[in-house]
């Protein structure tokens, strides 16, 4: 009977680890494919730009033609019936252009306006003057990068008072933004971690160490559980070379990833795509 409870046990982390490793791999393609949606509508915008450019010279040369012709007729205005509809093409093109443009445009403003905002609430929170606190942006997403000795003792995955102080400053903000995902991270350096029957390397404790955080921001910080999500990444992506001690402290670290959904602007993105595909 007591073997029986154990093999399910471990089936029971299994189907955890993978669930959570299945959410992680599908939050990294979504972020993935709205980084190549959002790489797209750049390029198409500059496309636009460049053809209102075109369309602004091509109408300035019929204007000009325009007032050569009133002048020869002495003010009668004498425009060709090909030459008004070239006009009033390039018109008519300039201003969907224009309408594509500022679309874009829009798109674009709101979804650095939400990351500005988010990064200063942050700064503001956690404050700008640790060194082992770092608050930036990577490709659109913000990302706060807690040193692990402000956190955790070493080899351990409990959470210090210190690291709670901490952690009540980032929870602050997460609170005031109900529609935001986040996600914590563990990392580690790659001294190989020494089995203690319950975790068996540096990705599970890293894993461990994130889950140590989740349950400090949900139970004691009352972070909705719906918003967190915990991964592990081991010692697999480090900032530096572990060669040495100082930069081995360096890769131990906690990264919490805040992820806004910003329904509005993928969805005005998507659809300015799909119309352009269209054409």
Known sequence: MKKALIALSVVG??????????K????????????????TATVKLNTCLSEKEALNTQIEF?????????NNVGNITTLSSKGAANLEKSLESLKEKDLKITRLQDA????????LALVTSLKREVGLNDPDIQVNVEKGVVFISISD??????GSYNVSDRAKEVLAKVAKVINSKPDFECMVEG?????PYISNGT????WDLSVKRSTSIIRVLTKDLGVPAKQLIAAGRGEYIPLVDNNTAENRATNRRTRIV?????????????????NQKGQ
């Not at 982390?13 to 299945?22: A, D």
């Not at 674009?108 to 990351?115: A, I, M």
């Not at 000795?149 to 070493?154: D, I, Q, T, V």
């Not at 806004?260 to 602007?265: A, H, R, T």
């Open 13 to 22: 982390v299994l189907m955890t680890s993978c669930g959570t490793k299945k």
């Open 24 to 39: 992680l791999a599908e939050c990294e393609a979504k972020n993935k494919e709205i980084q190549d949606l959002l790489n």
């Open 62 to 70: 019929l204007k000009k033609n325009n007032s050569d012709l009133i």
């Open 108 to 115: 674009l403003t709101r979804k650095d306006s939400v990351t």
């Open 149 to 154: 000795k402000l956190l955790f003792k070493s």
């Open 187 to 191: 990392h580690t350096d790659n001294v």
């Open 199 to 202: 975790l068996l390397d540096n």
């Open 258 to 274: 805040i992820l806004p959904k910003i329904d509005q602007f993928y969805d005005m993105i998507e659809k300015e795509m799909k």
